[in-house]
């Protein structure tokens, strides 16, 4: 199966669809996640599926979790996603699905910016601030910032923008305590994530992690981490302050649509063979660049 638009699995009981991901229970304490090959842009799913997205998103995302668990344990089980579906289902989870606990999610998204990039960009020269973080006057679009700095942003329901917030703005929606500790697990994430791509020669402009609590209140890592559908990412040799590198992600898709009369709602337009073929290409050029590993 060279694409999968979306999983029609009769084995488990369907819970829903993401804008990527198909979710299915598996007993009541664990979840069938399938990555698909949809893709979003400006929170509009795409009418294309773009060959092995979901491959590879799976792949880069089960490195991140294997290279980060030291820093806080993650919601894979180790269960082989073909054991967990009929014999005739085998071939739509092979690659592209992991069994997870299921856990219940915390509705804040843990976003990590290192460098200076989209609606950071243009919050910072609108007010000097991102998202409420008071920065340096004078920084450029791309430049590295001082330090990584944490803004949380709220889940929005399916066809909805996320909302930037602020940290006080988490602080009250979850708690004291709970927003300390994911403000700094993102962070260490993100560095040690930072510093390990510098050296495959890959710069992590910015990235968003997402997180659940068990029955225990114990904290995971969950969904999906370091992926270029969450993450910017750029190559380092045609980093330049003041510019937007090229991106490893849908950021070609983006393009080509600011160039349609569209207004960013559904139903997208029909994206050409060229931008399907492209975009493709670039996701599996990040997972290779950034892990050294070929789809497998």
């Known amino acids: ?18 804008k990527v991901r198909d979710n299915y229970a598996v007993g009541n304490d664990k979840l069938l996640i399938v990555t698909t090959d949809r893709l979003s842009a400006f929170d509009v799913i795409m009418g294309e599926p773009i ?13 991140w979790f294997e290279k980060l668990k030291h820093v806080v344990p993650n ?11 009929a014999a005739d289902e085998a071939e739509q989870v092979k690659g592209r699905a992991v069994v997870v606990k299921r856990l219940e999610p ?20 609108a007010t000097g601030a991102v998202c409420g973080v008071e920065l340096p006057p004078g920084l450029q679009n791309a430049q590295k910032l001082p330090e990584p ?4 942003a709220a889940k929005a329901e399916m066809g909805h923008h996320d909302e930037n917030i602020t940290y006080e703005e988490m602080e009250r929606r979850i708690g004291t305590e709970l927003s ?3 403000k700094a697990i993102s962070i260490k994430l993100y560095q040690e994530a930072a510093d390990y791509a510098a050296t495959r020669g890959i710069i992590i402009a910015d990235t968003k992690f997402e997180f659940g609590l068990d029955n225990h209140g114990q904290l995971y890592l969950m969904d999906e ?3 270029a559908d969450s993450s910017r990412f750029w190559p380092a040799d045609q980093y330049q302050v003041g510019s937007n590198p090229p991106s490893f992600d849908k950021q070609f898709v983006r393009d080509w649509l600011e160039t349609q009369d569209w207004k960013k ?6 994206l050409p063979d060229e931008v399907i073929e492209k975009t493709s290409a670039k996701y599996q050029e990040a997972l290779e660049r950034l892990t050294g590993q070929k789809l497998a």
Not at 75 to 85: N, R, S
């Open 51 to 63: 060959p092995k997205k979901g491959q590879v998103l799976n792949q880069m995302a089960d490195f």
């Open 265 to 270: 709602e559904p139903p997208a337009p029909k």
């Open 149 to 152: 700095i944490f803004t949380p």
């Open 75 to 85: 919601h894979l089980t180790g269960i082989a996603p073909e054991t967990v579906v």
């Open 180 to 182: 300390r500790t994911i």
């Open 106 to 125: 915390i509705l804040v998204e843990a976003v990590v910016r290192g460098y200076l990039a989209g609606s950071g960009w243009k919050d910072y020269q």
């Open 225 to 227: 981490a370091l992926t």
């Open 1 to 18: 199966m060279s694409t999968l638009y979306e999983s029609t699995l009769r084995s488990l009981p369907l819970l829903g669809r993401g």
